[in-house]
């Protein structure tokens, strides 16, 4: 059988590893940014729906954007 030597380093454990993450800078799209800071909303729909709405908003004059706050 091939020989396997032990691992060179020392695994940090877990509870150092949580640690250290929350002690990170958290991300900018979090509480950091003000209440009305546009920020992107990412979500999957079908391509029908968004073509609807995005009649709907032309039929209005109106942006999507502005008509998805509406609504």
């Known amino acids: 059988m ?25 991300n900018k799209a979090t509480g ?3 209440p009305d800071a546009i920020i992107p909303l990412q979500i999957k729909i079908p391509e029908t729906v968004k073509n609807e709405f995005k009649a709907m908003a032309s039929i209005r004059g109106q942006s999507m954007n502005a008509l998805f706050l509406e609504m």
Do not use: L, N, Y
């Open 32 to 34: 950091q940014t003000p």
């Open 2 to 26: 091939a020989k396997i030597a032990p691992p060179t380093e020392k695994k940090t454990p877990v509870k150092r590893v949580v640690k250290k993450a929350s002690e990170m800078k958290s």
